[in-house]
């Protein structure tokens, strides 16, 4: 069978690839559909043609998986956020658990009787401290509205989601279950009050409008609740009706901000901010350690995961003896912190300057004296000089982004041949190409998966190396 673009074909759902897809098998090639579970028999289209593989999309569930079951919401299958709601959690962290095996075989060349059993989520629901929604003019159709022959009309006040793919449209949600479930009641108020107002959503392409996002922030370990209102122009009579609104309705907020963002650019970070209601922070732990969370620095979104995260590369640095550590893309400083009792000294290194700034912040809050942070990029601040400035760590933990490190920097980490190393990572795939050639010069001992985000294909891994 060709398989061209376009190509209508029934296919059996072998297994689960990384980014959450189902696989089928086609004479051997590959077909990756979304939305999938083994054991599904569908009707579906391939929608890309590439040498290797092909992709499609479901038309039809001809016969379900054994596996399949109703997603707790009603926008899973169209919502981006969530992509394996329709499969049970403990067969989610199966796959997880498998996937990272494959990467560390398949990608790294390593044995996979290194990879340990997941380490699972309590609370597969209402997990996240953070969610950000966003406001449009234009709503994203459901899958009825787009098969039908007339003319639908799209143009809505929309407040939501980004569809998948789409800067410009909102899926507007009706429920979340994503963070706790005073969120999207708060979101709904926000989108009832701007209807009965005449308060229009921010139009990305024509640069106006005035509400462009609401970001929630909750605390795992205190009552804290955020309400940070993103707008597009600086009109406080506005954000403060609003403001006494929300207080009125919930009354367990205890701080409104108001990010103002008057540039074309589509974050939440405003260019400016003003404090409406309370202290403008809430506070989280981390261990030991408070954090002052203002709307726009970075925390952890799973509290509680991350404590377990945090506990086994804690155990894998062993630092019982002290020992300067390294903390390579330190963020806001958190690991620092939540190893910085159990070394002589703590050398944080990130590249965003408010990052550093909140960990130096942090730092002082908690009073943590031997930790330092130093502002740059890997790349170029992780060399020769800054090692004979800052002296040779005895231990290293690298949390990198998504892409994982840059070469330059797996080079000298190499080079450096220190005694321990943790590499913390959200991207099994990018750490699996590092320690591809890494192994060369240190022992790959144990992978770690850990699991933050329930409902999703996203799966963190901790790894312990040791000097060869």
Request: aromatic share 8%; hydrophobic share 35%.
């Amino acid at each position: 069978m060709a398989l061209k673009k376009g190509t209508v074909t029934e296919l059996d759902i072998e297994s689960t690839a990384f980014k959450g897809k189902g696989i089928a098998k086609v004479d051997g090639l590959a077909v990756f559909v979304p939305g999938t579970a083994p054991g599904d028999k569908i009707k579906a289209m391939i929608t890309r043609k590439k040498k290797s593989f092909r992709e499609a999309k479901i038309l039809e569930i001809l016969e379900p998986s054994p596996l399949r079951i109703d997603p707790l919401c009603s926008h899973a299958n169209t919502c981006g956020g969530c992509t394996w709601q329709h499969i049970p959690y403990e067969k989610q962290i199966e796959f997880k658990e498998q996937h990272v095996r494959d990467h560390i075989t398949r990608i790294a060349g390593l044995d996979e009787s290194i990879v340990q059993p997941i380490i699972g989520c309590d609370q597969p629901f209402y997990y996240r401290n953070k969610m950000e929604y966003s406001f449009g003019t234009r709503r994203w159709l459901t899958e009825a509205e787009i098969n039908i022959d007339e003319y639908v009309d799209d143009s809505a006040f929309a407040a939501g989601m980004h569809a998948p793919g789409r800067y410009d449209k909102i899926l507007n949600l009706n429920e979340c279950h994503l963070q706790e479930k005073v969120s999207f009641q708060l979101l709904d108020t926000v989108r009832g009050f701007c209807i009965e107002n005449g308060i229009e959503a921010f139009n990305t392409h024509k640069n106006e409008g005035y509400m462009r996002h609401l970001v929630v922030r909750t605390s795992g370990h205190t009552d804290d609740l955020m309400v940070n209102l993103v707008t597009y122009r600086d009109e406080p009579d506005v954000v403060e009706r609003l403001a006494d609104l929300l207080l009125k309705k919930f009354p367990q907020i205890t701080t409104i901000v108001n990010n103002v963002n008057d540039q074309p650019n589509p974050t939440a970070v405003g260019r400016f901010e003003h404090v409406i209601h309370g202290p403008g922070y809430i506070v989280d732990h981390i261990g030991s350690h408070s954090f002052k969370i203002h709307a726009n620095a970075f925390f952890q979104t799973n509290t509680l995961q991350a404590e377990k995260l945090y506990s086994v590369a804690r155990d894998y640095a062993g630092l019982n003896n002290g020992g300067h550590l390294f903390d390579l893309y330190c963020g806001v400083g958190t690991l620092s912190l939540y190893m910085a009792d159990k070394a002589d000294k703590v050398t944080g290194i990130e590249i965003v300057d408010v990052a550093v700034e909140n960990a130096r912040f942090n730092a002082s809050e908690n009073g943590v004296k031997n930790a330092e942070f130093v502002l740059g990029d890997m790349k170029d601040t992780f060399n020769d000089d800054f090692l004979e400035k800052n002296g040779r760590p005895d231990c290293i933990i690298t949390d990198p982004p998504r892409s994982g490190m840059h070469p330059d920097v797996v080079d000298q980490l190499c080079k450096l041949d220190v005694d321990r190393m943790v590499y913390v990572s959200c991207n099994p795939s990018t750490m699996a190409r590092d320690l591809k050639t890494m192994k060369e010069y240190y022992n790959v001992e144990s992978v770690q998966p850990v699991d933050m985000f329930p409902q999703t294909y996203h799966i963190e891994a901790v790894t312990r190396l040791t000097k060869k």
